[in-house]
């Protein structure tokens, strides 16, 4: 444990690995931060959604909805366990298995141990606090399964009931920050992993720049001392036109034919040269390709 931890455990004021209510923790606490939680032994980790022992239950577990399969509801939570999440791209990238805390609610369920219970407010539900976190009472899992998630991994659910006698949720006319109701989303299939077939996720095609897409089609050839080129990727031949140089070609006259490329590339325009004549007209810095 670093020395910041080791500070965080010294400030704390209660035993957070306990089952059931928290002596002196009143239902709709609000808290300010994870720190806060744990300090106040709400919920004993200040990293993790599930605190809890696998072979003892889960103590408590903070919704935030971080997970695609997350469905708040209220008085019951559909809640996707902990693993196979990518921290940057917030996918489900790898299957959860039935360790650390999934085995600990599943142990809950198994013992039926009521879970104590805190929103975030990063959760999108309508019973989500404004700011912070509300310690919203206890629950018990009624039904711990693995199924085949929305990201087409399989997942660690757990559905949530609260326990009767502990006061109403804010909701539609309290604490609100999300208007939209969670329960308008369709109920998630309860169908195993085994019974589904597997789907990869499903990825945003990168959006390409509209100014480089008209730049592509505004190059398409250019005419440097009578001489047109054409742009890399076109298909036809360079071709040679009546020049008039400083070297004592004479009006009308015609180079005689350019040798076959001995190599392409992309160059800038400075760079051109054949058969020692090098005083092409140069308008604008492009990048063609040519022999050199």
Same mark, same amino acid.
């Given at each position: ?185 369709? !109920? *998630?299939? $309860? /169908? ?6 597997? =789907?990869? +996720?499903?990825?945003? @095609? %990168?959006? &390409? ?32 036109? !009546? *020049?008039? $140089? /400083? ?6 006259? =015609?180079? +005689?034919?350019?040798? @076959? %490329?001995? &190599? ?29």
């Amino acid at each position: 444990m670093g020395f910041l931890k080791r500070s965080i455990k010294n400030l704390q004021k209660r035993e957070p690995a306990k089952f059931g209510a928290i002596h002196g923790v009143e239902v709709f606490s609000k808290y300010e931060s994870r720190e806060e939680l744990f300090i106040e032994g709400v919920h004993g980790i200040t990293e993790g959604g599930i605190h809890g022992r696998a072979n003892e239950g889960a103590f408590s577990i903070v919704v935030a909805g971080r997970y695609d399969d997350d469905d708040d509801r209220g008085e019951i939570i559909y809640y996707t366990g902990e693993g196979g999440h990518s921290r940057t791209s917030e996918l489900q990238i790898k299957d959860q298995e039935w360790v650390r805390g999934n085995a600990a609610l599943r142990t809950s369920k198994q013992r039926n141990l009521p879970v104590r219970v805190i929103r975030s407010h990063v959760l999108r539900s309508r019973y989500a606090p404004a700011s912070g976190y509300r310690y919203d009472g206890l629950y018990k899992v009624i039904k711990a399964e693995q199924i085949v998630g929305n990201s087409g991994h399989a997942v660690c659910r757990f559905i949530l009931e609260r326990l009767p006698g502990q006061g109403s949720l804010p909701g539609d006319d309290g604490d609100v920050k999300h208007p939209v109701a969670s329960s308008s989303r369709p !109920p *998630v299939s $309860s /169908s195993s992993s085994s019974s589904l077939p597997r =789907r990869d +996720p499903v990825l945003a @095609a %990168p959006k &390409r720049s509209i100014a480089k897409m008209r730049k592509g089609k505004a190059r398409e050839s250019a005419e440097i001392g009578g001489i047109q080129f054409k742009y890399e990727g076109g298909t036809s031949p360079v071709k040679t036109e !009546p *020049v008039a $140089s /400083s070297f004592g070609l004479g009006i009308g006259q =015609r180079l +005689p034919p350019a040798p @076959a %490329p001995v &190599r392409e590339e992309a160059i800038s325009i400075r760079r051109i040269r054949f058969l020692g004549f090098d005083e092409c007209a140069v308008t604008k810095k492009r990048t063609f390709s040519v022999f050199s």
